[in-house]
């Protein structure tokens, strides 16, 4: 198990995305979160306090977790003196990237001399199958994206968390290393060999009752060319009754590939929807999820109208506004 609370290390991040980890677990699980460690250069702030090593072993952090998510998934090495360092404090050190933390051979003589852990989260711990598409009885809904990093785990995760005020019957189920650290379990599925990432799908979304709703955090994009293998798994592995179309409106090309447009909603749908009904006949796209982070109150608003009216389909903000209507349009499947 990973220690809580939290430091969250954003290390030299180049932009606010870059921190989608720290982002994503200060939102989610703000107790866990006692400050953030910013190296100079960076321009990611969480807006929680600025802490050493000390100021935040003293308030009571107990791992340092590398909440950055940098192409690639590298440590760099100008982060490890401050990792050194903060193993000798007496932190433990989680990271989600695909670089492993055990690999480092500094890190691994700190921590065997401080008696401390070192925790790779993107490392698969079980042996999954190979899928075979058997349909699972209960129900799944999937986020897909016009691009990576669009709020696809943000919708399922405030889904879920509507859903249980509800008292519905609902998991999260998470399938990278922020949902992992969010939650404490899941599937890091883009470290997981190809043959077998749909199969781990099926794994983490097994039978259950007729009325109980898995919500599968999304990755990557089909039109993503760096990532859209993690998506097709997804689909077919997690067979979803219902697709969330995710989207985030101020993008002016594709996520770290500038030569690449963003689809439209249409194009996504009308891209997803079909190979979702390979696997799983029935699904239905019910709801667009918009991340309006870049936009002021009035123009989020008259996007989500824009949206909603184009597409004919319940079309928010669920981190802004809240899942409701979302959860709604589950709800008369």
């Known amino acids: ?95 989600g990237l695909h670089t492993l933390l055990r690999d480092q051979p500094r890190l691994v003589e700190a921590a065997r001399e401080h008696g401390r852990e070192l925790h790779d989260v993107r490392l698969p711990a079980v042996r999954y199958p190979i899928a075979d598409g058997r349909k699972r009885s209960g129900k799944r809904c999937l986020a897909v994206g016009t691009d990576c990093s669009v709020g696809k785990m943000y919708t399922a995760l405030a889904m879920d968390a509507e859903m249980r005020k509800r008292g519905m019957k609902s998991t999260f189920r998470a399938t990278g290393q ?26 983490l979304t097994p039978d259950n009752e007729a009325e109980h709703w898995d919500h599968i955090e999304g990755q990557g994009s089909l039109f993503h060319v760096s990532y859209s293998g993690v998506t097709m798994a997804l689909i077919h592995g997690g067979q979803p ?38 696997a799983n006949p029935a699904c239905e796209v019910v709801g667009i999820s918009v991340n309006t982070a870049g936009l002021d109150e009035d123009a989020a608003v008259t996007c989500l109208r824009e949206i909603e009216e184009r597409m004919g389909l319940p079309a928010v903000d669920p981190f802004r506004q809240g899942a409701g209507r979302l959860v709604d349009a589950l709800d008369r499947l």
């Open 241 to 278: 009754d219902a697709l969330i179309l995710s989207h985030e409106p101020t993008r002016t090309h594709m996520r770290g590939l500038p030569d690449y447009d963003l689809p439209s909603l249409e194009t996504l749908r009308d891209t997803a929807l079909p190979l979702a009904r390979i």
């Open 178 to 203: 922020t949902g992992i650290l969010v939650t404490g379990e899941g599937v890091p599925l883009d470290a997981v060999v190809a043959d077998f990432m749909a199969g781990a799908v099926e794994w």
């Open 1 to 95: 198990m990973i220690k809580t609370p939290y430091l969250l290390f954003l290390g030299d991040a180049p932009d606010p995305l870059a921190a989608k980890v720290a982002q994503g677990i200060r939102d989610w699980r703000p107790e866990n979160a006692v400050g953030q460690l910013r190296l100079p250069g960076c321009k990611a702030d969480l807006r929680i306090p600025d802490m050493t090593l000390a100021d935040a072993r003293q308030a009571g952090a107990q791992t340092l977790v590398i909440g950055v998510a940098n192409r690639g998934g590298v440590i760099s090495d100008a982060w490890l003196d401050v990792l050194v360092e903060a193993l000798a404090e007496g932190y433990d050190i989680a990271s």
